[in-house]
């Protein structure tokens, strides 16, 4: 069974400075996607980023970049100048060729001015 | 352009209560999930289906009942709600299997 774990319930931090999120997950399988979701109050899943595990280039959007660690099988969120709309509930999710998109516990990120 | 919509956003009703969700997606996507957050955020799938095939069935009651009657369509019936069943209800899409999924903006059950 495919587990993904996220050890931080809730963090902080202030605006423009940068914080990482932390995932981890487990699977016996080779191919797999890794996705950051991020939930706003107003309840909205949007995508953050995306990084395929054949891939050994870490994936950046923006502010947000990934540290995917494929053989320690972690995959954190760097979020860097960090904004007060970057406040939401942050998911990590796996997915695998059984279409079966699995979520971590999430991580309650607040920005503080 | 919504790409995938649901509708009610809210719906609020009584124990033992029959209910549906509508969910639609303009992607032209083949993959179509249906997932439950609960009151602790935590998002678990309950059903997928691909092309109209159901690929996934979680363990859910079998008073939960989808139906996709095309691939751009998958409703959600619920039977004899219950309190434990309020939560938020969000659908989702995807082209093919192992790519992100797009979710509608979650419809919220509260059953009283």
């Known amino acids: 069974a495919q587990t993904v774990t996220q050890s931080q319930p809730e963090m902080s931090v202030q605006e423009a400075e940068t914080v990482t999120l932390s995932c981890t997950y487990d699977?016996?399988?080779?191919?797999?996607?890794l996705f950051w979701y991020k939930q706003p109050p107003s309840r909205q899943m949007i995508l953050v980023i995306r990084q395929e595990a054949y891939k050994q280039q870490n994936a950046t959007e923006n502010r947000f970049s990934v540290n995917f660690q494929k053989a320690a099988k972690s995959f954190s969120l760097k979020i860097s100048d960090s904004q007060l709309g970057d406040t939401a509930m942050y998911f990590c999710a796996f997915m695998t060729s059984g279409s079966r998109l699995t979520f971590g516990e999430g991580t309650q990120l607040t920005v503080n001015p | 352009d919504t790409a995938v919509s649901q509708t009610p956003k809210y719906l609020v009703t009584q124990m033992g209560n029959d209910k549906s969700i509508k969910c639609e997606q303009n992607l032209g996507h083949d993959t179509m999930y249906w997932y439950k957050q609960d009151s602790k955020k935590f998002l678990k799938i309950m059903f997928s289906?691909?092309?109209?095939?159901?690929?996934i069935n979680e363990t859910v009651p079998n008073r939960f009942s989808p139906k996709s009657p095309d691939k751009a369509h998958l409703n959600l019936h619920i039977n004899s709600l219950e309190l434990g069943d309020s939560a938020v209800y969000f659908c989702?899409?995807?082209?093919?299997?192992?790519?992100?999924?797009?979710f509608g903006q979650g419809t919220r059950l509260t059953v009283v």
């Open positions: 289906y691909n092309n109209k095939e159901l690929i």
């Open positions: 699977t016996s399988e080779s191919n797999y996607y």
């Open positions: 989702a899409s995807s082209q093919v299997a192992r790519t992100e999924a797009f």
